[in-house]
């Protein structure tokens, strides 16, 4: 494992993944927060607006992620729509500990939710890299 490890920080294309993946993240992160404030606003508890922003996130980061950073358009959008799904669900899952923990701790929600998000972007992007989208 860290001899492939060591062996893809060496491959330019990796690098340029990432920079594409964090763009497309960034897209994703702000699609994210707003759905995450809206959902606030209309009463929703913290932990379902966060589940409604992960709907619109997921949706928003598969397409630009199959097409654009991992130029995967030759597999089979089901097959990776369901690994990126598994992917994503699991880093939710993560995060909505990340978000639960830090609101108890008395960080206001939105930022909470965007500390939550950061916090399993690494398992997002190693998780679709390998396994989503992998050649």
């Known amino acids: 494992m860290h001899r492939r490890v060591r062996h893809g920080m060496r491959r330019r294309h990796n690098w340029y993944q990432l920079v594409r993946f964090g763009m497309v ?25 966060a589940t409604g922003a992960w709907v619109g996130g997921v ?38 500990v990340v978000l639960t923990v830090l609101v108890e701790a008395g960080v206001p929600k939105l930022p909470a939710q965007a500390l939550a998000i950061i916090a399993v972007t690494p398992l997002n992007f190693v998780g679709n890299k390998l396994w989503s989208f992998a050649r």
């Not at 960034?26 to 607006?49: D, F």
């Not at 654009?68 to 089979?76: D, I, K």
């Open 25 to 49: 993240g960034a897209s994703g992160y702000v699609v994210n927060l707003a759905i995450y404030g809206v959902l606030l606003e209309l009463g929703l508890h913290y932990r379902g607006a």
């Open 59 to 96: 949706l928003n980061n598969f397409w630009w992620n199959r097409h654009w950073t991992f130029g995967a358009r030759e597999g089979h959008a089901g097959f990776q729509a369901a690994r990126f799904f598994v992917v994503s669900f699991a880093a939710f899952l993560v995060s909505l």
